[in-house]
């Protein structure tokens, strides 16, 4: 049996995360242990480059099917809250709730345009023209992936088979908290975070009638939402007694609102008891550390007492991680799909796959281990003396806000065996820590004073992520004892609406622990430095080159 502090013995909540490309459910006890875990694909449609769509009923069959595997065999009478998290996708429904096309094929399957989608870029930059007070509240421009240009775009690109009769656009995780409660209330994260909406001042009704959808806002808003609750805070009656029996837990039990995948990521790892690691943040305030959830994309969250205004970095949003505190937002739009794009795109990936299937090896830890044996008697790192990449393959969401920016590769040569794959692949990983530093320099340089950081998501199960990252950053990186700690963040929410904890901080104190922490390698500083300077040039000659072509 177990037992949790001050609590009931026994008490557990499930956690459920809707990443990019699975969904995975966790059962979690009131220390933040996870007791089972299961994952599920699920579907992906790419019509056409750019539109990226998913489907809202496959979503929620995966998310009933893994609930119902970490539940087995558990007296169920234990389980006393659900929470979601989900990737920040926009889901769209008719008024009777069913799901509307968001393509033109009308395929109402795919009712889901995903956060990666590019498609509103004509939309997004009309709206950044704009100049409107709200943008200041994300880094100054807003970002194509957000839903305001989404919404746009459906309006202009889709009016008869879906805009017309739409009657309720949800982001992801407030539609799966939906769906268990019936109840169509936001989370303050997302709306606050992906939807213009401000925790103190609501809707701004100028700014939707200025881009051009004033349609919203009839109704009070009834279409994206007019009831807005805190992430944790229980919604209605709890789980219906339909939804239940879909996902196999017992009905009534509190379900929270929701969070971001990222944002539950960092309730999951930031307010973790550092104490006796000697680390720079023991004794300091929460706010020098930095959370980075690292999986398709990476996310880095710091939060701070007072509003920090940082160019090309999402937010000050308040309260939209950690209640009573502004978060502000980083990002790299693709950084665990870059890296699968890389390897799998090079023509040495088939000997790769196969050398690694021969040696029960994911292929992430055969290329680690190619690496150390051919790095000799130097560091790992420097194998990418004259191989650099800009990472941008997919645009740059901070700091730079540009979503025209391309990837660059310098340094290629005639080698196509799986040396060059290997190094690639390295260079790559460090180009991703580089964008991490520079999101670090920003958000310092508008005000935040960053320390430490937080490390968690699918990559953050590669230790050479985890080293480049604290090599090329200069920080140490803690990593959670628990490696799903996305899950543990939704749990937390499951935890808090079920009334054990008497808040999110509580909880977040309580629910996350500290494993491994990685240590950056200071002797290798002056190498990174360098390394950094041919990074910055790069994004500069890229300007240049697209000035040449621009010209007349
Ligand atoms: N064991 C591992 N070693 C190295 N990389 C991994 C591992 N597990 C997952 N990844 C990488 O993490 C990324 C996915 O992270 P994840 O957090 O699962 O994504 P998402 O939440 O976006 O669905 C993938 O790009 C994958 O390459
Ligand atoms: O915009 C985001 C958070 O605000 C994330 O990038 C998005 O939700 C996708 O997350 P992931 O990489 O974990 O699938």
């Not at 790892?269 to 930095?290: F, K, M, N, Y």
């Not at 749990?491 to 922490?517: H, N, P, W, Y």
């Amino acid at each position: 049996t177990m037992s949790g502090g001050d609590q009931e013995p026994g008490h557990c909540y499930v956690g459920i995360d809707v990443g990019t490309g699975s969904v995975r459910a966790a059962l979690v006890d009131q220390r933040g242990i996870v007791l089972a875990f299961a994952e599920q694909p699920i579907k992906k449609w790419e019509p056409q480059f750019n539109h990226h769509e998913q489907s809202s009923e496959d979503i929620w069959a995966a998310c009933c099917l893994v609930t119902k595997k970490v539940v087995q065999g558990i007296d169920v009478h234990r389980i006393r809250g659900l929470g979601f998290d989900a990737t920040c996708s926009l889901v769209v429904l008719d008024k009777q709730f069913h799901p509307l096309p968001v393509n033109h094929e009308g395929d109402s399957y795919r009712n889901v345009i995903m956060w990666l989608d590019h498609r509103a870029v004509s939309q997004v930059q009309r709206i950044n023209k704009t100049k409107h007070g709200v943008l200041q509240y994300v880094g100054g421009v807003m970002s194509v992936e957000m839903q305001a240009p989404k919404l746009l775009w459906l309006k202009e690109n889709l009016r008869e088979t879906c805009w017309d009769k739409a009657g309720h656009f949800f982001d992801l995780p407030d539609f799966l908290s939906w769906k268990a409660t019936g109840v169509t209330a936001r989370s303050l994260c997302s709306l606050v975070c992906k939807w213009t909406y401000s925790a103190e001042k609501g809707w701004d009704d100028s700014f939707w009638k200025m881009i051009g959808l004033d349609d919203l806002i009839g109704d009070n808003y009834s279409k994206i939402g007019n009831l807005v609750l805190p992430p944790g805070t229980s919604l209605g009656s709890g789980l219906t007694p339909e939804a239940a029996k879909e996902l196999g837990l017992p009905s009534g039990i509190a379900v929270a609102a929701s969070l971001i995948d990222a944002h539950a990521g960092g309730l999951g790892v930031i307010g973790a008891d550092v104490r006796g690691h000697g680390l720079v943040c023991e004794g300091q305030p929460v706010t020098s550390r930095l959370a980075v959830i690292c999986g398709t994309s990476s996310c880095h969250m710091g939060i701070s007492k007072d509003p920090i205004f940082v160019p090309g970095v999402w937010g000050p949003y308040f309260s939209a991680m950690v209640p009573g505190f502004w978060l502000n937002e980083g990002g790299q739009s693709v950084t665990g799909k870059l890296i699968d794009h890389m390897v799998q795109g090079h023509a040495a990936f088939p000997e790769l796959q196969a050398k690694a299937t021969a040696r029960c090896q994911s292929i992430y830890a055969y290329l680690n281990n190619h690496l150390d044996l051919i790095k000799k008697a130097q560091p790992v790192g420097f194998l990418t003396v004259d191989l650099h990449v800009w990472p941008d393959f997919h645009g740059n969401r901070s700091p730079l806000a540009d979503l025209t920016l391309k990837g660059m590769v310098t340094g290629l040569t005639l080698s196509q065996d799986l040396d060059d794959l290997a190094i690639l692949y390295l260079a790559t990983v460090q180009a991703i820590a580089f964008g991490t530093r520079s999101i670090i320099e920003a958000m310092q340089a508008a005000g935040h004073s960053l320390s430490t950081l937080f490390l968690c998501g699918g990559l953050s199960k590669n230790p050479l992520f985890v080293q480049m990252h604290a090599d090329i950053t200069g920080m140490p990186v803690v990593l959670s004892q628990e490696v799903e700690s996305v899950l543990v963040g939704a749990a937390i929410l499951g935890a808090c609406a079920s009334g054990d904890f008497t808040s999110v901080q509580e909880a977040m104190a309580r629910m996350s622990q500290v494993g491994k922490i990685v240590f950056p390698r200071q002797e290798d500083k002056k190498y990174y430095d360098k390394k950094y300077q041919v990074f910055l040039k790069m994004v500069e000659h890229q300007r240049e080159y697209s000035a040449i072509m621009n010209g007349n």
